[in-house]
Nanobody
Framework: QVQLVESGGGLVQPGGSLRLSCACS???????MAWYRQAPGKQRELVAA???????NYADFVKGRFTISRDNAKNTVYLQMNSLKPDDTAVYYC??????????????WGQGTQVTVSS
């Protein structure tokens, strides 16, 4: 069973920083990991993604402010969020495309972590 466990959300003032972490367990190979977010009344949207080879993809609205990174030895992905704005307030979800023994390739989601940017 694949599990994605997120941590690091919270309340921060505008201009502040937070670092999210997502640890993946239960897979034999991780093809890619990503962060999505969903604000109240809005659709879930991609924030940033990183492949096993280190290729990066960022949404335009976070370029220059957020950095995604990955520790392959720990099967963990991070999202460093700087210069946070109130519009960044959302539930942030970890996502992974993984290979599971005896099953094949699946997409797994974390439970979400709340990020609130407010003064």
């Amino acid at each position: 069973q694949v599990q994605l466990v997120e941590s690091g959300g919270g309340l921060v003032q505008p201009g502040g920083s937070l670092r999210l972490s997502c640890a993946c367990s239960g897979s034999i190979f991780i093809y890619s990991m990503a962060w999505y977010r969903q604000a109240p009344g809005k659709q879930r949207e991609l924030v940033a993604a990183i492949t096993s080879g280190g290729n990066l993809n960022y949404a335009d609205f976070v370029k220059g402010r957020f950095t995604i990174s990955r520790d392959n030895a720990k099967n963990t992905v991070y999202l460093q969020m700087n210069s946070l704005k109130p519009d960044d307030t959302a539930v942030y979800y970890c996502n992974a495309h993984v290979e599971v023994a005896g099953v094949g390739t699946i997409v797994s989601w974390g439970q979400g972590t709340q990020v609130t940017v407010s003064s």
